[in-house]
């Protein structure tokens, strides 16, 4: 399939991935996700020169610029939408025995009733098409059902259970004056409502993919956004099939990666947010959580090597595995030694910026194994804790550690032994679906970590 190759964004303003580091203002640039090595010709320092100062770009930069977006290091700020934006768009609302919270203004919206038990009628005061299903095919189907009606250049689909102004929708539209963008996602921020629930997914909802923008793939920091609110490239989802419909749960990653494999773009815009109401009872919260986990192993299927439920340096992993084994000093001289190896193998760059690497690397690695002992491996961990008091303690640390340090710095209004409780609970729900769906899958992919080799590195212009 051709796509646009580039766009001419002379006009267009960009911004630093927070990983992107310059040092010494020289040849060297360090960003990205994952996390990569640039070496940059002169004009490449030009370049970066302007973005850094926020001075206007020197001519035939996009080259440079288009390199940097794919990796991470570098995102367009988000653009005016086109005059006719609102005529460009139509609204698709896939629903299942509740009307949606979205009340357009001026887009043309269609809800899919994908068979509730009564049939939905169309919001009174409003234009609403209403379609109705004569069975339940899944929310994947549903927007499949809608997208077939789409006579527009862009097709928003919106979850009902989310709030979002038309005017958020169609400001997302900016980012399409890149031809290769097919798909836009805001940020999903929890609608206001009493409870420790709402409190909790303020600060540790799995919908909001955080405050920073990025490119939207697998195996990224953005490696996926939920569809409950997605604007996309009309032509682009009907050139690859449109959602799953054999997927329940999961069809919106795999749309996502999909469109990325494609050659098409995707991007996370934190700037619009929209509004997700959540679950009010514990029971209902996990079971959602369940639901997410099980996902895995079937999208697994479909994208090998994508859900590795750990992914570091084979180094990091030994810093780690002398530390869990009661040996903190061979743990350290091995981080030390990397540190060395890491400092002579990237003489372009100032060796206190080696050792820097290293020593977050290490430590975001250590987050990481924690993180996975409770989600996907706390199984495991749990029958170690059995019958040793080092598991214990080591399923301990991670269960109450990770959550208690950001309970200090993000301050929810929640109890800490609450916020740490709805913590471990949360991973662990998320483990029982990741593990049930690879028992169905007959798949072990979905448990098993993934070590790779840093630093990737990339010739500039």
């Known amino acids: 399939m051709a ?36 070496t940059l010709g002169a004009a490449g320092v030009r370049v970066m020169a302007a973005i850094e100062s926020g001075d206007d770009l020197p001519a035939g930069h996009d080259r440079l610029t288009d390199r940097l977006i794919d990796t991470g290091a570098l995102h367009p700020v988000l653009g005016p939408p086109p005059l006719d934006a609102a005529t460009s768009l139509t609204v698709v609302v896939p629903a299942h025995d509740a009307l949606p919270l979205f009340r357009p203004v001026s887009c043309r919206t269609i809800v899919i009733d994908d068979a509730s038990s009564r049939p939905l009628a169309a919001p009174t005061g409003t234009d609403v098409e209403v379609v109705r299903l004569p069975v339940n095919v ?7 059902a809608g997208l077939e009606l789409v006579d527009t250049a862009f097709v928003a689909f919106v979850d009902t259970d989310v709030m979002i102004d038309e005017r958020a929708l169609l400001d997302l539209l900016g980012h399409f004056d890149d031809p290769r963008v097919a798909l836009v996602a805001p940020r999903i921020r929890p609608l206001d409502g009493p409870g420790p629930l709402v409190e909790f997914e303020r600060w540790h909802s799995p919908l909001d ?32 099939g449109g959602f799953d419909p054999a997927l329940r749960v999961g069809e919106d990653v795999d749309l996502v990666w999909r469109l990325d494999e494609s050659g098409y773009r995707c991007r996370y815009e934190p700037t619009i947010s929209a509004q997700h109401r959540v679950r009010p009872a514990l029971r209902s919260w996990l079971r959602q959580r369940v639901a997410y ?38 743990g350290g001289a091995i981080g030390i030694g990397t540190a060395v190896a890491l400092a002579r193998k990237l003489q372009a760059i100032p060796k206190s910026e080696s050792f820097r690497l290293a020593v977050t690397g290490h430590a975001h690695a250590g ?4 993180s996975t002992i409770t989600r996907v491996w706390w199984p495991v ?14 399923l301990v640390a991670a269960l109450v550690v990770p959550a208690t340090i950001d309970w200090l710095t993000q301050r929810p209004a929640l109890h800490p032994a609450r916020y740490v409780a709805l913590r471990a609970l949360d991973d662990m729900a998320y483990g029982v679906g990741v593990w049930s769906g690879a028992i169905r899958e007959r798949s072990a992919e979905v448990l098993l970590p993934s070590f790779e080799s840093w630093p990737p590195r990339d010739a500039a212009t």
């Open 3 to 38: 796509i646009g190759t580039g766009v001419d964004v002379s006009e267009r303003r960009f911004r630093l991935d927070p990983s992107y580091r310059r040092p010494r203002r020289g040849r060297s640039v360090i960003g990205g996700s994952p996390l990569r090595l640039f």
């Open 138 to 144: 899944g929310p994947g189907a549903a927007r499949n």
């Open 209 to 240: 993919r955080g405050a920073e923008p990025g490119r939207i793939a697998a195996a990224t920091r953005v490696s996926f956004v939920p569809a409950a609110v997605v604007v996309c490239r009309t032509a682009a989802l009907r050139a690859i």
């Open 293 to 330: 986990g099980s996902s895995s192993a079937p999208l697994a299927r479909r994208h090998p090597g994508a859900l590795a439920p750990l992914r570091m340096s084979g180094w990091s992993a030994g810093v780690w595995a002398a530390v869990g084994a009661g040996f903190p000093v061979t």
């Open 367 to 370: 987050r990481l194994v924690a």
């Open 381 to 394: 961990a749990a029958l170690l804790a059995l019958v040793s008091r080092r598991a214990r303690r080591a």
